[in-house]
């Protein structure tokens, strides 16, 4: 398996960005496919961006296309996820996680079908 640590969370405004990092070991980091997901209080954990093992391919969860982009530096065996026009609804906990497998949206948005998860990062968004 690969280990993952996440950085880069923080607090910070309405209509400001944030770039968290996710910092992959272990297992050949090429070989996963990358995803972000978040979770608010008393909500459950939900699809945000996912990119392929070659950075080639990515899906957005609607409520962040346009805003978030997710990508990859295999050389540094880490995934970046940049957050612009932050909103208050974005405030959550972000985890990186990593798969072996590329399927269609429907599943990749599934927590359960994902291999690996970070410890998560706090992103809190005030007004």
């Known amino acids: 398996q690969v280990q993952l640590v996440e950085s880069g969370g923080g607090l910070v405004q309405v209509g400001d960005s944030l770039r968290l990092s996710c910092a992959a070991s272990?297992?050949?980091?090429?070989?996963?496919?990358k995803g972000w997901f978040r979770q608010a209080p008393g909500k459950e954990r939900e699809f945000v961006a996912a990119?392929?093992?070659?950075?080639?391919?990515?899906y957005y969860a609607d409520s962040v296309k346009g805003r978030f982009t997710i990508s990859r530096d295999n050389a540094k065996n880490t995934a970046y996820l940049q957050m612009n026009s932050l909103k208050l609804e974005d405030t959550a906990v972000y985890y990186c996680?990593?798969?072996?497998?590329?399927?269609?949206?429907?599943?990749?948005?599934?927590?359960?079908?994902?291999?690996?998860w970070g410890q998560g990062t706090q992103v809190t968004v005030s007004s």
């Open positions: 990119i392929s093992y070659s950075g080639g391919s990515t």
């Open positions: 996680a990593a798969r072996e497998s590329w399927e269609s949206l429907a599943g990749m948005v599934v927590p359960t079908h994902w291999l690996s």
């Open positions: 272990g297992r050949t980091f090429s070989m996963y496919a």
